[in-house]
């Protein structure tokens, strides 16, 4: 059976076409293995395949893998731009960049809000995952702010490694009391509401 012609100027429902429905926001959070990073760049490469100019920032103080790429823990990469300051993505995004991606935006300084803010209010989807609780289950201000302003939140559970139980805490195995440790498996596990110690 032969398929019936979508009639031109059909928009479809949700907002998919940059330069004709305007940016947004799309924020990705959840605990640590919870694969948001896995979810950020499955997004992002789905645009890098529909043609769509896509740039992706990280935080210079995310130093776990190479810095010119994004990885997630089951090693899917993708290239990105180190930013030191949030307000440094503005003056490195290209004009007709139609994509933002923008990983572990916890570490980032209170300026990323206004700064995802504004990429979205000039006409492009900006694309954000990041950590919502810190270790001691606290909530990340720059992530809960984000998801305030966000048009889509995703969040994203791990599983508990202890009981196995939907998890949504990262529990810090070592002894350390810094607010950013930046680790992989070795320094954090997943952990639901009742496994995780303060
Ligand atoms: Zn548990």
Known sequence: MKRKAIPSGHRPAAPLHWGQAGGWIEAVVGSMFSGKTQELIRRLRLATIARQ?????????????????????????IPCQAAAKAKDILS?????????????V???????????EELADQGRRVIVAGLDQDFRGAPFSVTAQIMAVAEFVTKNLAICSVCGSPANRSQRLSVSKKLIEVGTQDKYEARCRRCFKR
């Open 53 to 77: 100019k896509v740039q992706v920032f990280n935080s210079a103080l995310d130093t776990r893998y190479a810095k010119d790429h994004i990885v997630s823990h089951d090693l899917a990469k």
């Open 92 to 104: 490195i995004i290209e004009p007709d960049t139609q994509v933002v991606g923008i990983d572990e």
């Open 106 to 116: 916890q570490f980032f300084d209170d300026g990323i809000v206004a700064v995802c």
